[in-house]
């Protein structure tokens, strides 16, 4: 692969996309117009998240992938395998090694520090895609900052089925101003938006990039009656037993067998050997 | 105990090796080089070398090749490949009056000047498999004739010479690049006919059909096909004149759409223009058909809430390789989403059956 450029993207390109970047943090959860490339995977795939993390890559950092909170799932590999083949980046599967995280659907459960990237993957960058499909009528709404068609949807939701039936791509508020679409994490990692890392936002074939600095307030969308609740599945993980992480309903036989674990490869793992270690130490203990 | 599911790695690798055995299939067969593909296929090289907005027919060939045939996916990888090539500079614009023409019909003038030429085309065609073609027999000399010297002249100039088509605005602005810059709408026509020109020719065919049955009907006639090669010249700043550097066979397509008029201005016809890499004329008649149904605002025209005349629904949904991203990327993992629909959808059960088994105690009650 060294016919490439460092991390695939020429420098004329990385730079367009910095300068994306850079804007974007400077209007935190504003949508900035960028000139999106064809990628070798498809749009939808994560072309977003990739030319983000290619313009922010440099050769010294250790890159993390996660696709639904795991670093196996088939295109979170696909995705590291490509960076190790155009960057030659160190890569990882602990959370607090890496310094570029790219996700798809989830925030790490450990926490992230000043030092950290995290590169969400989009799919519909506009939160008020759904409720209005012209792209030339989102940007008039978010000039005027006119989001009454988004509480008018949540007060239906909350009409029709007595809550905010939105579970995931949960909507919120940034430092008071843009209403941004948070990508397709589940509503549990909302509050967790507020944090020390920057976060960086990418949707290809939408051609637009967004991000929040270090921080930055976000706020998930409410009413003082029906207020924001982060949920999850009410058990604990079967592996590591943490009832404080997000779980993945895993269907076990034919007979509607069903344990949960957490989504989060890395944390479970690193919880499991804790466990591991804790015993083998009391074992010690015991034999001495 | 149950483990969690790994080794997405191996299984992918293991997927792309049988991939590649199914790609060369039964050995016995001898193996398709990409100059039979090149030379035999050529109309599928076309295509993809049209919405890939890469002139490279052995690049196309190799590419469709690599995709076992599908198009979208040879689309792709020329689009994949064409992001990592450096511009080096644009070109002058191509004079298509002075395309040495294979072919180019006029279905508005029984006869213009340069002629009617047919050209290798399937029209007229009975569409009867040829069997010979099975038991290897296909090989037809064609009769040779001259090429006329001189130029093509356009067959809508003949109109316009008369003031009977509609002026074309000439824009001294640099045209814009969808393929360097984030698409901004509204669009101009430029950047509108740019992106029709890449666009899935399946997605442009029904759109073009649906303005032919009556959804923003703008009768359209085919004021001229031309399908040929055109040199290509870029200005070289160091000799301060331009040079060429090399021929590419384009189809143009200009339509001649019903007239417009007011009181104040006489009755005139529009066009609808069509432009595409390659022979590929089925592409640029529609690209032809969807640009005048595009223009309904800037001719005067009423929107009448048709697909074809609203250019951010075209524009958005034309790219093929954004489509077919898109679709295909709901076969990706969505397990975190899908659970936490599973609990959304678990609490509003229970909550409204809560509520209904309360219902029911009142009922009783009174």
């Known amino acids: 692969m060294n016919d490439y450029n460092f991390a695939y993207l020429d420098e004329q390109t990385k730079r367009m996309i910095r300068r994306a970047i850079l804007k974007g943090l400077a209007i935190p959860g504003y949508q900035v117009p ?20 290619a313009a922010t890559l440099t050769p010294e950092d250790v890159f993390k992938v996660i696709d639904q909170g795991a670093d196996d799932t088939t295109n979170a590999v696909s995705i590291r395998k490509f960076f190790q083949a155009t960057a030659g980046v160190d890569t990882t599967e602990e959370t607090d090694k890496a310094t570029v995280i790219q996700t798809r659907h989830r925030i790490p459960e450990a926490a992230l520090n000043e030092d950290q990237i995290l590169v969400y993957q989009v799919p519909i960058p506009e939160p008020l895609r759904f409720l209005e499909p012209r792209e030339t009528e989102t940007r008039k709404m978010h000039s005027l900052e006119e989001y009454g068609l988004m509480h008018v949807k949540l007060y239906e939701d909350i009409a029709r089925h007595g809550a905010i039936a939105t579970a995931y791509a949960y909507p919120v ?12 994490i589940p509503k549990f990692d909302n509050p967790k938006m507020t944090m020390p890392a920057i976060q960086l936002f990418g949707a290809g074939r939408e051609q637009r990039i967004y991000a929040l600095p270090p921080y930055t307030e976000v706020v998930s969308l409410d009413f003082e009656d029906y207020p924001f609740e982060a949920s999850k599945a009410d058990h604990s993980c079967e592996l590591c037993g943490a009832d404080d992480s997000y779980l993945d309903e895993v269907i076990v036989d034919d007979q509607g067998g069903r344990i949960f674990v957490c989504s989060d490869t890395a944390y479970c793992a690193s919880r499991q050997t804790a466990l591991q270690d804790a015993a083998a130490a009391q074992h010690e203990e015991i034999s001495a | 105990m149950y483990v969690a599911v790994k080794g997405g790695e191996r299984a992918i690798d293991n997927a792309h090796a049988w991939l590649g055995e199914e790609r060369r299939g039964d050995h016995d067969v001898s193996e398709l080089s990409v100059a039979q593909i090149r030379k035999q296929l050529s109309l599928a090289v076309n295509r993809v070398m049209a919405e890939g907005s890469l002139y490279d027919p052995d690049l196309a060939a ?21 992001t990592t090539l450096p511009r080096f500079a644009g070109s002058e614009p191509i004079a298509t009056e002075k395309m040495a023409c294979d072919r180019r019909i006029s279905a508005t003038f029984k006869d ?4 009617q030429i047919l050209g290798p085309t399937f029209d007229y065609t009975h569409r009867l498999l040829d069997f010979k073609l099975a038991a290897e027999g296909g090989l037809t000399d064609a009769p040779e004739g001259d090429a006329q010297p001189g130029d093509v002249p356009h067959v809508l100039s003949f109109l316009d010479g008369e003031g009977l088509i509609q002026q074309e605005k000439q824009g001294a602005e640099t045209p814009p690049d969808l393929t360097r810059e984030p698409m901004e709408l509204p669009a101009n026509r430029p950047l509108r006919l740019q992106s029709l020109a890449r666009g899935d020719e399946g997605f442009l065919l029904s759109l073009a059909y649906s303005t032919q049955r009556g959804y923003a009907r703008n009768h359209a006639f085919v004021g001229e096909l031309r399908i040929g090669d055109v040199p290509v010249e870029v200005d070289i700043p160091e000799l301060g004149f331009a040079i060429e550097i090399g021929d590419i066979t384009v189809t143009e397509c200009e339509t001649v759409n019903q007239f417009t008029g007011s009181k104040t201005e006489p009755a005139h016809f529009t066009r609808g223009y069509g432009l595409v890499f390659g022979m590929s004329e089925r592409k640029a008649i529609s690209m032809a058909l969807v640009d005048r149904a595009l223009r309904w605002e800037e001719l005067g025209e009423d929107n009448l809430g048709a697909a074809a005349q609203d250019e951010e629904f075209v524009l ?22 899908f659970q936490s629909e599973l609990e959304l959808v678990r609490k509003l059960r229970r909550d409204t059956m809560a509520g209904a088994g309360n219902t029911h105690a009142q009922e009783a009650a009174e």
């Open chain 2, 316 to 337: 958005s949904h034309c790219d093929n390789i954004q489509a077919t991203g898109f679709l295909e990327h709901i076969k990706l993992p969505h397990y975190v989403d």
């Open chain 1, 173 to 184: 508020k940034v430092e008071g101003r843009y209403v941004m679409d948070p990508s397709p």
């Open chain 1, 34 to 53: 960028f000139a999106s490339r064809e990628m070798p995977m498809p749009f939808g795939w994560g072309t977003g998240g990739v030319q983000v993390s």
């Open chain 2, 62 to 82: 190799l590419a469709i090749k690599q995709a076992r045939g599908d198009m979208i996916e040879a689309i792709f990888l020329i689009r994949a490949y064409r």
């Open chain 2, 112 to 115: 213009v000047p340069g002629g």
